[in-house]
Nanobody
Framework: QVQLVESGGGLVQAGGSLRLSCEAS????????MGWFRQVPAKERELVAA????????YYADSVKKRFAMSRDKINNRGWLQMISLIPEDTAVYYC????????WGPGISDVEEWHYWGQGTQVTVSS
């Protein structure tokens, strides 16, 4: 079983930056990828960024390209989401997630059902 713990959320002004961290513990991180989802009330959870654990290849939603960057430390089972040029529309609860163990990196990873492990979420609020 993989446990995921996020940290780094908070309140920031528009144009500011935040760095979210996700630590995977329990068994050795065996998922093929780590991702960051976000969710606002009455809307579905959406994948904003993901990284292949083996290759380091990344995925970004169009809404965050060139503003968000994901990285990982394979040795210490940590992942980060660096967010810059934040806008009020980025306000959401951000969740760290890991793909199901046998799910390979590739098309369809934006489907929330493919992600089997979740952190508790961290609030990001961007004020205008």
């Amino acid at each position: 079983q993989v446990q995921l713990v996020e940290s780094g959320g908070g309140l920031v002004q528009a144009g500011g930056s935040l760095r979210l961290s996700c630590e995977a513990s329990g068994r050795t991180f065996s998922s093929q990828a780590m991702g960051w989802f976000r969710q606002v009330p009455a809307k579905e959870r959406e994948l904003v960024a993901a990284i292949s654990w083996s290759s380091g290849n990344t995925y970004y939603a169009d809404s965050v390209k060139k503003r968000f960057a994901m990285s990982r430390d394979k040795i210490n089972n940590r992942g980060w989401l660096q967010m810059i040029s934040l806008i009020p529309e980025d306000t959401a609860v951000y969740y760290c997630a890991a793909l199901g163990r046998n799910r390979p990196w590739g098309p369809g990873i934006s489907d929330v059902e493919e992600w089997h492990y979740w952190g508790q979420g961290t609030q990001v609020t961007v004020s205008s």
